[in-house]
C-alpha cells in the first residue's frame, strides 16, 4: 500500500494523507465496502453455525432412531435338515431355549420324508415358538436348503444352524446385544465347542468337549482358509444384497465362499465367547479325508473365484497363495497320516504324494518314503528320502 503520510488537522491530529490517485469519495467507498464484508462473513458464520447445529441435532436424532430400531430388531434362524429327525429335535431343543426371544425358526427339509408329523409328536415346544417348515424337493444340498430358508426369512439379523449342531442358550443375544452396540455392524461371529465321541480302555464312550478355533478376524487369513464355523455366524439380512446368497454349484466349502463374499463389503466382529457347539462324527474324519479328490477342486474353486479381490495386489495376492500352497500340503500331510493309520497305504501315499506337490516340506518327503518302502516301491522310497535330504 503507498505511503500516505500524515498533516495536521484539527486540534493537533493528525490525519491520513490520501496518495494523489485516490480521492476522499473513493476511499470512503473502500471503506464502506469492508464494513459489509465484515458484517456479511459475520452473518455467513454464524448462519453457518447455526446449520452446523441443525446438523449434529439431527444426526443425534437419526442415531437415536437407528439405536431404537435395533431395540426391536428381531432374528431369523435358518436350519437345514436332511433325514436326521432325533439331531433335528436337539437342535430345535437348544433353540427353544434361547434367552433373547424375538426370533423365528426357518426348518427348511432338504431330506427323502416328511418330518411335519414327526415334530408334532416330538416337538410340542414349537407351538412356543415362531417357526415355519419349508420343503425342497430333497437332497438339494445345504445351499439351495439354506437359500429356501433366506428367502422366507423375515428377521433383520439371519442366523444358521444345521441339524447335527445346537446353540447354548445365550447363543443369539450374546450377538444381537453387539448390534446393539454397533447399529453400523453388519456380520458377528462368535466361538463355538466341537463334541466328539471318544472311546476309553474298556471301550465306553464319552464326549469330549474341546474348542478348536477362535480367531479374530484376518481377511487374508480367511483367503487361505475357513475358520468361522456356519454355526457362529450371523449377519444383518440386508447384506445379501451385496453378497448374493450360497453357490449351489459348490458340493463342499460354500459357507466359505459365502464368507469371503460377505466379508468384500462388511465388517466383521469376532466375539470371543463360546456359544454353540457342533459335533464330530464319522471317527473325527475331515471333509478332506473322505471325499479327499472333490474336496481338492472346491477348495481350488473357492481360491479361484477370490483372486478377483486381490489383482490390484500383486504382492498381496503372491504371499497368500504361498500361503494357500503351505495350508494344502499341511491338510493333504495329515490326510495321509490318517489313511496310513487305518492301514489304507494306497490312499496315504496318494495324499503325501499331494502334500510334497503342494509343499515340498522334508518332513512330508518322509513320510511318502515311509509308505513307499512298506508297499514295496523301494527305489521311489529312497528318491523320496533323498529329496528330503536336499531340502
Known amino acids: 500500500m503507498p505511503d500516505m503520510g500524515i498533516v495536521a488537522g484539527p486540534m493537533g491530529q493528525g490525519r491520513p494523507l490520501l496518495p494523489g490517485n485516490i480521492c476522499r469519495r473513493d476511499a470512503c467507498a473502500r471503506l464502506v465496502r469492508a464494513d459489509l464484508i465484515a458484517e456479511g462473513l459475520s452473518r455467513l458464520e454464524k448462519r453457518l453455525s447455526s446449520v452446523w447445529m441443525r446438523a449434529k441435532s439431527i444426526c443425534k436424532l437419526c442415531w437415536k432412531g437407528i439405536c431404537l430400531r435395533m431395540e426391536n430388531f428381531s432374528a431369523s ?25 424375538n426370533f423365528e425358526v426357518l426348518i427348511v427339509n432338504d431330506g427323502d420324508e416328511q418330518i411335519s408329523d414327526f415334530l408334532a409328536r416330538q416337538a410340542g415346544f414349537l407351538e412356543d415358538m415362531d417357526h415355519k417348515i419349508l420343503n425342497t424337493k430333497g437332497r438339494s444340498g445345504p445351499s439351495n436348503a439354506r437359500n429356501v430358508g433366506l428367502a422366507r426369512a423375515k ?29 453400523l455392524l453388519g456380520v458377528v461371529y462368535s466361538d ?24 479374530d478376524f484376518d481377511a487374508d487369513k480367511l483367503l487361505i482358509q475357513n475358520y468361522i464355523p456356519i454355526l457362529c455366524l450371523s449377519h444383518k439380512k440386508s447384506c445379501l444384497s451385496l453378497s448374493g446368497l450360497f453357490d449351489p454349484t459348490l458340493s463342499y466349502l460354500e459357507d466359505w465362499d459365502f464368507l469371503i463374499r460377505l466379508s468384500v463389503n462388511y465388517k466383521f466382529r469376532h466375539v470371543k465367547q463360546t456359544t454353540a457347539i457342533y459335533m464330530e462324527k464319522g471317527g473325527g474324519l475331515s471333509l478332506q479325508q473322505v471325499h479327499n479328490e472333490k474336496f481338492l477342486d472346491n477348495l481350488f474353486d473357492v481360491y479361484q473365484r477370490s483372486e478377483k479381490y486381490l489383482l490390484d495386489d ?34 496315504a501315499r496318494n495324499a503325501f504324494s499331494n502334500a510334497v ?28 528320502l533323498q529329496t528330503a535330504k536336499l531340502l
Open 77 to 101: 434362524v435358518v436350519l437345514p435338515t436332511c433325514n436326521r429327525n432325533n439331531d433335528l429335535l436337539n437342535s430345535l431343543k437348544s433353540i427353544y431355549k434361547q434367552t433373547f426371544k
Open 155 to 183: 428377521g433383520d439379523i439371519v442366523f444358521y444352524l444345521d441339524d447335527d449342531d445346537a446353540y447354548y442358550p445365550e447363543h443369539l443375544q450374546v450377538h444381537m446385544d453387539e448390534y446393539r452396540r454397533s447399529p
Open 192 to 215: 463355538a465347542n466341537r463334541g466328539k465321541v471318544v472311546y476309553d480302555a474298556e471301550g465306553s464312550p464319552r464326549l469330549d468337549i474341546s474348542l478348536q478355533h477362535s480367531h
Open 314 to 347: 500383486q504382492d498381496r495376492l503372491a504371499n497368500i497363495w504361498h500361503m494357500r500352497s503351505r495350508h494344502i500340503g499341511m491338510m493333504a500331510n495329515v490326510t495321509g497320516e490318517y489313511f496310513e493309520g487305518v492301514g489304507n497305504l494306497e490312499l
Open 357 to 384: 506337490k503342494f509343499y515340498p516340506d522334508p518332513a512330508y518327503y518322509v513320510n511318502l518314503a515311509r509308505v513307499q518302502k512298506l508297499l514295496g516301491h523301494h527305489l521311489d522310497a529312497l528318491i523320496s
